[in-house]
């Protein structure tokens, strides 16, 4: 978890990291008590400013799913999961309305979303990194019909 950030995501690198946390609550990889990297640890891992680090970590906080102990570090708060779950699945759910309406829109079949949904779930990568060459193939096959 929070092993790397796309800088040339169009997702603010702050952005990345506050969602990296709630997908690894919402996914059970960290759970209630877990302790996270410190800002400094974390922002050299990732070569971002510590200060984007910092960001984060306050907003997550702001958002009830953290908590900082002093001098002790960043925890994940108690009783999170299901609310992580539900945010989460609430945003990538609205993304995908969004997605599959434009691939409608386009004239896509419904075999050819789901074949590319498929793959790329398949693939198991970070969700701010380029599109894969697999995915990107697989589109342009789908395009010529």
């Known amino acids: 978890m929070l092993s790397s950030v796309d800088i040339t995501s169009n997702v603010a690198v702050y952005a990345q990291i506050e969602n990296h946390v709630q997908f690894a609550i919402a996914s059970g990889r960290l759970v209630s008590g877990d302790q996270l990297p410190s ?83 398949e693939l198991d990568s970070d969700p701010y990194v380029e599109t894969p060459n697999a995915i990107a193939s697989l589109a342009k096959q789908s395009a010529k019909g």
């Open 39 to 121: 800002v400094r640890e974390l922002s050299e891992r990732l070569n971002v400013n510590p200060n984007t680090v910092a960001k984060a970590y306050r907003d997550l906080e702001v958002m009830g799913l953290l908590y900082t102990r002093r001098g002790m570090g960043v925890f994940i708060e108690k009783g999170v999961e299901q609310k992580c779950r539900e945010n989460c699945y609430k945003r990538i759910g609205s993304r995908l309305h969004e997605v599959v309406a434009e691939a409608r829109s386009a004239g896509m079949p419904l075999d050819d979303i789901i074949d590319i949904a498929r793959k790329a779930y």
